[in-house]
C-alpha cells in the first residue's frame, strides 16, 4: 500500500507542483461557510503552512453549511475547530489559528515583517475590511483571490471564477468595483455568482454592524470555497 496521502492529486501535477505546495503558506481569512471548504480545499491537496484567521465561535445556526460546525464544536473558536479538523487530515500541516478580526487598525498583527505569505484567501464579508486586504496584498505583491456574494443564492452552477472586471448581477461585486477602482486596484480574481438574490424572511437577528443575516445553504458556499481553493492550488503548482 502507498503511503503517499497525496498520490491522486499528484498524479496530475507531479512531485515537483506536490513539492510547491508542501513549501507553500497561504493565510485564509474568514472561516465560514465559504472559506471552511477553502482551509479543507488546501489542506487536502498538500499546502503545508496555513494561518487561519476567524474571529468568531461555533454556534447553531453554522451547522447547516460549514464544516467546522458540529455539534461537538458548538461554542468553539471557528479556527480552532477547524485547525483540529485539518489536523486529522493531514498531521504534518503547519498551522497558525488566529482567533481575531483583520482590519485597517490590527493588518500588523497578520502581516509581521518576518513573514511571507504565498498567497492570500478573502472568504469575509465586511467591505471596508476586504478593501483593506486588497490594499495590503497589492503593496505587498501578494496573489489574492477574493469571495463575493453567497448569501440568498441557491444555484451553484452559477458561481464562477473571473476578474472583478467580469462581473455582473452581484451587488457586492457592484460595490467593489467601484472601491477597488478608486484605490487603483483594476485587477482581482473573484469568485462571484450573477443569480439574483432568493426572497427570504429575516428570522435571526442580524450582528452589531449589520442590518440583516442572509439566508444560506449547504451548498453554495461550499462551491465558492472549493472554487476559490482550486485557484490557489493551481496556481501555486503552476501547471494547471
Known amino acids: 500500500m502507498d503511503n503517499n496521502q497525496f498520490l491522486r492529486s499528484e498524479m496530475l501535477w507531479g512531485p515537483e507542483g506536490q513539492r510547491r505546495l508542501a513549501e507553500s503558506h497561504v493565510i485564509l481569512f474568514g472561516l465560514g461557510g465559504v472559506g471552511s471548504y477553502t482551509a479543507e480545499c488546501l489542506a487536502r ?26 455539534h461537538s464544536t458548538l461554542g468553539q473558536n471557528k479556527t480552532d475547530a477547524v485547525a483540529a479538523r485539518l489536523r486529522d487530515i493531514n498531521p504534518a500541516l503547519k498551522l497558525h489559528p488566529i482567533c481575531g478580526t483583520y482590519d485597517a487598525a490590527h493588518r500588523d498583527e497578520f502581516f509581521p515583517a518576518d513573514c511571507r505569505y504565498d498567497y492570500i484567501v478573502d472568504a469575509i464579508d465586511l467591505v471596508s475590511c476586504k478593501l483593506d486586504l486588497a490594499e495590503t496584498a497589492r503593496r505587498l505583491n501578494i496573489p489574492m483571490v477574493m469571495a463575493l456574494g453567497t448569501g440568498n443564492k441557491l444555484d451553484p452552477t452559477l458561481l464562477r471564477l473571473a476578474d472583478i472586471s467580469e462581473t455582473y448581477g452581484c451587488p457586492l461585486a457592484r460595490v467593489m468595483r467601484k472601491e477597488l477602482k478608486r484605490r487603483g486596484i483594476q485587477r482581482m480574481r473573484v469568485v462571484f455568482s450573477p ?13 452589531p454592524g449589520r442590518r440583516s443575516v442572509p439566508a444560506s445553504t449547504p451548498w453554495v458556499p461550499a462551491t465558492a470555497g472549493l472554487l476559490l481553493g482550486s485557484a490557489v492550488v493551481r496556481d501555486l503548482v503552476g501547471s494547471l
Open 45 to 70: 491537496a498538500g499546502v503545508g503552512e496555513l494561518t487561519l484567521v476567524d474571529n468568531d465561535t461555533v454556534g447553531l445556526t453554522n451547522l447547516n453549511r460549514q464544516l467546522e460546525a458540529l
Open 195 to 207: 443569480e439574483e438574490p432568493a426572497p427570504t424572511t429575516q428570522s435571526e437577528a442580524p450582528p
